[in-house]
């Protein structure tokens, strides 16, 4: 995808990048494949507790971001078009 492409080009030009996402399987591989200068870090953005969790580190481990990517996005098909989607905790 998206966030995948632009983490792989941005670390071949030499950024830093951390690459947030919610499959530690996907976050391992994408580790495994460019160690260099990707860090991983796993949550899932329809977990408030686990946003909370990835902010603190980020703030605990980097004095700054450069540049924020959001890509962060779901499909469910062409059924059911409008459809309620809501955090762990009950939040729309």
């Known amino acids: 995808g998206i966030g995948l492409g632009l983490t792989r080009k941005l670390s071949l030009l030499g950024a830093t990048v951390v690459a947030i996402g919610r499959s530690p399987q996907k976050l391992k591989q994408l580790q495994e494949e460019l160690p260099d200068?990707?860090?991983t870090v796993l949550a899932d953005f329809s977990d408030l507790d686990s946003i909370a969790e990835a902010?603190?580190?980020m703030?605990?481990?980097y004095d700054h971001l450069d540049i924020l990517v959001n890509n962060a996005g779901i499909h469910t098909g062409f059924e059911g078009i409008i459809k309620t989607w809501a955090t762990k905790q009950g939040y729309d």
């Open 55 to 57: 902010s603190k580190y």
């Open 37 to 39: 200068n990707v860090e």
């Open 59 to 61: 703030v605990e481990h």
